[in-house]
């Protein structure tokens, strides 16, 4: 258990998806414009980042890596299937966001409307496939380990967007220079708060 | 054309059709392109033995200069000690956490230069961002280090990456990892410059001090092992 | 009804290669692509690099599908674009590790950075999927140019403010680092992409004052 917490906490600071890998920013900064959108998109972000990295865990250990199809038959067991991991993972990605916009629209209309393109844009969020990606190069010997991993992800990715959203809220009424208005001043904000991110790297839990 | 583009069935039959064609190319080319691959792959293997002696080779003609200087390669201790030593990918079975510890492969390449014996030692560990690999000589006493060479897959550029550049490698030789009584000794990265001069310390890579420290790590660990075989040799 | 056939290099399909180097660049405007150019600008090198491969996708993938678009079923078409472009990146990958490894070592660690590429998926659903193949090409040509620019020149300054070089040749002389000078390796670090980003977008609005946001 205490390992759970550990990964969970160390994914949602110290292996922050926006401000430690710099992994999905479009959606993070066209979506964060006020708050409300931010948090709508962020929920979407867990949901799927908690559902697809332990699926992918379970499709990686199982019928992907090397030797991974021994369990189906023993003259599988030299096969190793890896090339096809980026399909695989998209496959199941792009799945899920279908089935999150379903349910979202089903479920609040209003945020439906207000994520527009960027809800099916989930499925090409870099920040998704980096977890599968991640998922797959830490090799996490437990689904639990996996899970662990994508919910703290996906609250990390929550927690960098609501706070950008809060910071943009509240500087629309400041003096920004109008050619920084928006995009740029965005950017620079992002980066600043990438670099306070930093003082979390290397921290061992 | 009357199909309807949009119908259940259109849409399944196409799924299933892109679903083959795309797996089937894929799989074609990944075949079709694996031995060049693989040979690439062994041609820098080969091409970092050498760098450890000192020995530039090329893709071109890697393979001629490693029969040429590597005159033995064998396994000093592992599951299969009799299979051949340069295709145990050591880096698979780091990352394997099912295999013992004792299973573990250890290969060794003994390589003859200028009338000298060198004895090759592959090492895997972990950097920040991903592996990190590389390969010491030893000197024919088993003691001194006569050179090395570190490579990465995706360190900081700049930063964790530099372990692959000259200056930080370069420190390595002239360094002992055993005592005269055959103690081991790890060699240790360290922050604040006393790395220079044999006293078995090296300079970190500023910046890029997770990626040294896993230097460290990976030749203290698998180093201790080869320095035991090789006292055990001796008596 | 029958269409007047457009000119090879018509105005409106030149417009369609200019554009985004400017007016709509794919990282500076449509706000596409930008965990890329954040991750592989440490590097002038690395920025030619992911540039190209980004072209060679993004060219393919909107002939593609463009050639495909009146096939594509439309419950299922962003699948079917993301397993097109993730189809070609394998192939460019297992390519470059067969024919040119050496450029492939620097590229596999960004391999799956280009198949999340927004740009590529955005392109493929706002103009191939509705485009015929040649403005289709050439709208590939523009946006990777567009953004291969950006790209170049923030791996420019951080390379050079980073590490004293360019391309791997040292630009800085010796003698100011003998004078005190010290590379500023907080340019390495992602952060600091960003803000130069955000300059570029400074100098690129207060030009083209149609772009600056209204509050």
């Known amino acids: ?205 | 054309m009357a199909i309807n583009k949009n119908s259940n069935g259109y849409t399944f039959t196409f799924a299933i059709l892109m679903v083959v064609v795309v797996g089937t190319l894929l799989a074609v080319a990944s075949q079709g392109l694996k031995s060049r691959q693989d040979k690439n792959t062994s041609d820098k293997k080969m091409i970092n033995i050498l760098s450890a002696i000192k020995v530039e080779a090329t893709r071109a003609n890697a393979q001629e200069m490693f029969d040429t200087y590597v005159v033995e390669s064998k396994i000093i201790s592992g599951k299969d000690i009799n299979a051949a030593a340069f295709d145990v990918d050591i880096q698979k079975e780091f990352r394997d956490k099912n295999l013992k510890l004792s299973d573990r492969n250890y290969p060794l390449y003994i390589c003859e230069k200028n009338g000298s014996r060198y004895y090759v030692i592959p090492v895997v560990g972990t950097g920040l961002w991903g592996p990190i690999w590389g390969f010491v000589a030893l000197e024919s006493d088993y003691k001194t280090i006569y050179g090395a060479t570190f490579d990465h897959k995706g360190e900081t550029p700049g930063l964790g990456a530099e372990i692959k550049q000259g200056f930080y490698s370069d420190q390595y030789a002239g360094e002992m990892v055993a005592d005269t009584s055959g103690t081991f000794l790890p060699i240790v990265v360290v922050k604040d410059g006393s790395g220079k001069g044999m006293n078995s310390k090296v300079d970190g890579i500023t910046g890029g001090t997770i990626t040294s420290k896993g230097v460290e790590e990976m030749t203290t660990r698998t180093l201790a092992v080869y320095v035991n075989y090789f006292n055990a040799l001796n008596n | 009804m029958s269409e007047k056939k457009e000119e090879l290099f018509s105005k409106k399909n030149r417009k369609l290669m200019t554009d985004p180097l400017d007016g709509s660049n794919p990282i500076s405007v449509q706000v596409l692509g930008i965990c890329s150019a954040l991750a592989i600008t440490v590097q002038v090198e690395q920025a030619f690099v992911m540039s190209a491969a980004v072209m060679a996708v993004m060219v393919f993938g909107n002939i593609i599908v463009s050639a495909m678009r009146n096939l594509i079923p439309s419950r299922i078409r962003i699948i079917v674009q993301l397993v097109i472009v993730a189809a070609l990146v394998i192939l460019v990958n297992e390519l470059l590790k067969a024919f040119m490894p050496d450029v492939s070592e620097k590229l596999s660690v960004f391999v799956g950075l280009i198949i999340t590429n927004c740009i590529i998926m955005g392109r493929l659903e706002a103009f191939a999927l509705g485009n015929k193949v040649w403005p289709s090409f050439l709208d590939a040509i523009g946006n990777s140019i567009g953004y291969a620019w950006i790209l170049v020149v923030v791996a420019f300054f951080r390379e050079l403010f980073g590490s004293g070089k360019i391309l791997g040749f040292q630009i800085i002389p010796e003698s100011f680092y003998d004078a005190g000078y010290m590379n500023n390796n907080m340019m390495i670090l992602p952060p600091m992409a960003l803000i130069t980003v955000a300059l570029i977008i400074w100098v690129q609005r207060s030009k083209n004052t149609d772009l600056i946001e209204e509050n």
């Open chain 1, 1 to 205: 258990m205490q390992d759970l917490v550990n990964i969970f906490v160390k994914s949602v600071f110290v292996d922050n998806m926006i401000f430690a890998y710099f992994l999905g920013m479009c959606s993070y900064l066209a979506v964060s414009k006020t708050v409300k959108t931010g948090v709508g998109l962020g929920a979407a972000v867990i949901f799927v980042l908690g559902i697809t990295v332990p699926i992918n865990y379970l499709l990686e250990n199982y019928v992907l890596k090397a030797g991974a199809l021994a369990w189906l038959s023993d003259d599988l067991a030299d096969v190793d299937l890896s090339f096809l991991s980026f399909i695989m993972f998209i496959a199941v990605i792009a799945s899920m966001v279908q089935l999150v916009e379903m349910i979202v629209e089903k479920v609040s209309p209003a945020l439906y409307g207000a994520l527009g393109i960027f809800l099916p844009l989930i499925a090409v969020n870099c920040s998704i496939l980096g977890g599968a990606l991640f998922m797959q190069e830490r090799q996490y010997s437990t689904i639990a380990e996996a899970t662990a991993f994508g919910l703290g992800s996906g609250f990390g990715w929550l927690l960098a967007i609501v706070a950008i959203a809060a910071i943009r809220e509240k500087i629309r009424y400041s003096n920004v220079p109008a050619p920084l208005r928006g995009l740029g001043i965005t950017f620079i904000i992002t980066g600043l708060m990438g670099i306070a991110f930093m003082s979390f790297m290397g921290i061992q839990l």
